[in-house]
């Protein structure tokens, strides 16, 4: 299956304001940017077939595939001034890379790219800055087995925060941490079918206006997941899962279990 990676955003809360500012999904995590570890996820699946939806930062996010270094993230052998690769990353994949504007949404990046989506009854997509370790033949299975009309990754929403329930005199009755509220949110990972396309208008959105459209109908199933999920909205984030990585605590890189 196709993966669509929405990659084309500001990004506004990981920039610190310079105008170096590398976009989100090129943000580090070990040697290698977000991006990367979501397209290795998806390729450990064998979902090897990427489109890439480009915008704000699109000529470092080409740069960094145009002159990929192998010798990054594999072992390697230095004879006679020649590199002998002992493993490699992306030499089995295929990558398209296609600007769909600075400003766009992204249901209207979505809808720019669907002439190279043709054929392809089922695809994924994907925010490009979530890290996870879920099961993804397992999402598809049961996605392809209802019939819907897509699916999303349900998370419990993260964070510290505490709810805290408020009674008409205002004394305090309950403090709950939201971890452990009966609440879902969207973990960012999707599968989708065609039908996507008929519920997303002209600088539409992909959550608020298709999958609503699809929830509406009765078409949209979600995959209610409490594993291993991390998002990376800001700076203080995306420095945990670094130094998460350098300790060798990597849950979401399946690939490494092989």
């Not at 070990?30 to 991006?35: C, F, K, N, S, V």
């Not at 077939?49 to 270094?69: D, H, M, P, S, T």
């Not at 949404?105 to 190279?116: A, D, K, M, P, Q």
Request: hydrophobic share 40%; aromatic share 12%.
């Amino acid at each position: 299956m196709k993966v669509v990676l929405f990659c084309g955003g500001y990004g506004t809360r990981m920039r610190t304001g310079g105008s170096g500012d590398m976009p989100k999904p090129m943000q580090l995590v070990g040697p290698r940017p977000l991006i990367w570890h979501v397209m290795r996820y998806y390729a450990h699946f064998g979902h090897k077939e990427f489109v890439l939806c480009l915008g704000y930062g699109a000529e470092q996010i080409k740069n960094f595939f145009l002159r990929y270094e192998e010798t990054a993230s594999n072992d390697f052998v230095l004879r006679g001034g020649d590199v002998e690769l002992l493993g490699n990353d992306i030499s089995d994949w295929t990558i398209s890379f296609i600007h769909t504007g600075v400003e766009s949404s992204i249901g209207e990046r979505l809808r720019r790219v669907r002439e190279h989506l043709d054929g392809e009854e089922m695809f994924l997509a994907n925010y490009a800055d979530v890290l996870t370790d879920a099961p993804l033949p397992e999402i598809i299975g049961r996605f392809a087995a209802s019939g819907a009309g897509g699916t999303l990754m349900a998370v419990p929403p993260p964070g510290t925060f505490h709810c805290v329930e408020v009674g008409e005199n205002g004394m305090v009755g309950q403090i709950t941490a939201v971890t452990e509220m009966p609440l879902w949110v969207n973990g960012g990972y999707f599968v989708l079918r065609q039908e996507i396309f008929d519920h997303i208008p002209e600088n539409g959105d992909l959550l608020v206006d298709g999958c609503k459209e699809l929830a509406k109908r009765g078409r949209l199933m979600a995959y209610p997941y409490r594993g291993y999920w991390r998002p990376t909205d800001t700076v203080n984030q995306r420095m945990e899962l670094d130094r998460a990585y350098t300790r060798g605590e990597r849950p979401w890189a399946l690939w490494e279990r092989v």
